[in-house]
């Protein structure tokens, strides 16, 4: 049955009961109208909370985020900045005992040219061996084709023949390579 029913008068009942039925009916209908509506109104307001909750919960996931990668730019330029004022550390360290053989040889008061040129000959091949060690080589150059990466040309030497055309004949200056990276590039006299 609905919720609206017929009222039928049955004889000698008194018209004021059915009177007092249907305003109570009236009543509950009236409660029930009242009582959806409100539901209606807090399912409306209930996605706006929600949504408003969500925004708020994005909001502060934000806020974390952007504040956890401000600080990692910061470590980083801080350790960036540490490798750069620090980063010769290892070069100096493994240079200091070379310097420590120049200074015992330069205090050496021999007058042997021999044992002289003998001492900083050992000095100059450590020196070379600490230097292979950071991983800095020496560009070849002897017999070699001229290269642009490597080589830097500075004479053109005519008339070397056809056997010597486009090599290196003299190496002026020495270059070297740091970790495979051209750091200097060889000097040289090309055959032409």
Same mark, same amino acid.
């Given at each position: 049955?609905?919720?609206?029913?017929?009222?039928?008068?049955?004889?000698? !009942?008194?018209? %004021?009961? $059915?009177?007092? /039925?249907?305003?109570?009916?009236? &009543?509950?209908? *009236?409660? =029930?109208? +009242? !009582?959806?509506? %409100?539901? $209606?109104?807090? /399912?409306?307001?209930?996605?706006? &909370?929600?949504? *408003?909750? =969500?925004? +708020? !919960?994005?909001?502060?996931?934000?806020?974390?985020?952007?504040?956890?990668?401000?600080?990692?730019?910061?470590?980083?330029?801080? !350790?960036?900045?540490?490798?750069?004022?620090?980063?010769?550390?290892?070069?100096?360290?493994?240079?200091?005992?070379?310097?420590?053989?120049?200074?015992?040889?330069?205090?050496?008061?021999?007058?042997?040219?021999?044992?002289?040129?003998?001492?900083?000959?050992?000095?100059?091949?450590?020196?070379?061996?600490?230097?292979?060690?950071?991983?800095?080589?020496?560009?070849?150059?002897?017999?070699?084709?001229?290269?642009?990466?490597?080589?830097?040309?500075?004479?053109?030497?005519?008339?070397?023949?056809?056997?010597?055309?486009?090599?290196?004949?003299?190496?002026?200056?020495?270059?070297?390579?740091?970790?495979?990276?051209?750091?200097?590039?060889?000097?040289?006299?090309?055959?032409?």
């Amino acid at each position: 049955m609905s919720n609206k029913e017929k009222k039928i008068s049955i004889e000698g !009942e008194e018209p %004021e009961k $059915n009177n007092e /039925e249907t305003i109570q009916q009236q &009543t509950e209908e *009236q409660a =029930e109208t +009242e !009582e959806k509506e %409100e539901n $209606n109104e807090t /399912e409306e307001a209930d996605p706006i &909370t929600a949504a *408003q909750k =969500e925004a +708020e !919960e994005w909001k502060d996931k934000f806020v974390r985020l952007y504040a956890e990668f401000e600080n990692y730019k910061k470590r980083t330029l801080k !350790e960036k900045a540490e490798l750069i004022l620090n980063g010769s550390e290892k070069t100096i360290s493994a240079v200091l005992p070379v310097l420590d053989d120049f200074e015992r040889a330069l205090a050496d008061k021999t007058e042997e040219p021999e044992a002289i040129r003998e001492g900083f000959d050992l000095i100059f091949k450590k020196f070379y061996k600490t230097l292979e060690t950071l991983g800095v080589k020496k560009i070849e150059t002897e017999d070699k084709d001229f290269d642009v990466d490597f080589h830097e040309a500075i004479a053109m030497v005519p008339g070397m023949g056809d056997d010597k055309k486009g090599k290196v004949i003299d190496c002026v200056q020495t270059g070297y390579t740091l970790n495979d990276k051209v750091i200097r590039h060889a000097k040289v006299a090309v055959g032409q």
